[in-house]
């Protein structure tokens, strides 16, 4: 566990993997904490070194008052990577994690040499989704959002499986201000015509029964950036990493091998 001081936020992160290996950032989806990504880890190739960080408002991040933008987040992450010393990483952005990505390699190309794009889009709902969602978490908690959440994150099976309650529980412990603030963030933010502009190796991954990204959804943007491969993962809703860890690490692993990033 470890507190990076950025001057002007606090942000929890945890690296896993030997100190010379190839960066890989994981940038995680709203409502979720870096622990999100434990299920898939076991199945991630050996060698690389693995960065988490908890987003502003979540998990044991500050949680400076809402409402955030897009810009103040992807500043964030890129003063993250800056205090860390890391360049040239695999960036796997899932959700919300996945248009900081967006935005963060239109404005440090230096930061990010190839990009995972994960249950994601440049545009993700309405502007007004997102605020009445965020005016339901004000007026009634997260408790309020948190039957449809989980309906949006897993598939039925899933949500009926003993291993519901850790992830529902992860969601209601998010901080309102956190999860409006970003709420606000998503609202705001439309990345169409920046990330048609990239250039950098990307992979697109969908999950075949996701409620809030729909896998056409994120193809479509992923068929923004010239050159980018495409996964669909079957059985899975928005966490796909969650219900279907290995198959969602497969083209992953050779995503990030393709960049030059075995084992060293
Ligand atoms: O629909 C949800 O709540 C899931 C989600 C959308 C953006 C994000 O990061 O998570």
Redesign the pocket.
Same mark, same amino acid.
């Given at each position: 566990m470890q507190s990076a001081d950025l001057g002007h936020i606090h942000l929890h992160y945890r690296i896993d993997g030997p100190e010379d290996g190839k960066p890989v950032v994981f940038s995680? /989806? @709203?409502? #979720?904490d870096l622990r999100v990504w434990d299920p898939l880890l076991p199945h991630l190739a050996p060698g690389l070194r693995i960065i988490r960080y908890d987003r502003r408002g979540h998990g044991l991040s500050d949680v400076p008052d809402a409402p955030y933008s897009m810009g103040q987040l992807v500043r964030d992450t890129e003063a993250l990577l800056d205090f860390l010393n890391i360049r040239d990483c695999v960036f796997v952005g @899932? /959700?919300? +994690?996945g248009?900081v990505a967006q935005g963060l390699a239109v404005k440090r190309p230096d930061l990010i040499r190839a990009m995972v794009l994960s249950?994601?889009a440049a545009r993700? +709902?309405t502007a007004e989704i997102w605020r009445e969602?965020a005016k339901l978490a004000r007026s009634q908690g997260l408790s309020a @959002?948190a039957d449809a959440?989980m309906e949006?994150?897993f598939t039925p099976k899933f949500r009926a499986s003993p291993a519901l309650p850790i992830w529902r529980n992860m969601f209601l412990a998010t901080p309102v201000e956190g999860w409006t603030g970003?709420a606000e963030a998503?609202a705001g933010t439309d990345f169409y015509s920046t990330t048609a502009g990239l250039k950098l190796p990307v992979l697109g991954i969908a999950g075949d029964r996701d +409620?809030? #990204?729909p896998a056409d959804l994120v193809r479509e943007t992923v068929d923004l950036v010239h050159g980018s491969e495409f996964a669909l993962i079957r059985r899975a809703g928005?966490l796909p990493h969650i219900e279907q860890p290995a198959a969602y690490a497969e083209p992953v692993n050779r995503f990030v091998l393709a960049q030059g990033f075995g084992a060293s």
């Open positions: 995680n /989806s @709203l409502g #979720t @899932l /959700s919300i +994690g248009m249950n994601t993700i +709902g969602r @959002l959440t949006r994150w970003c998503i +409620g809030s #990204t928005h």
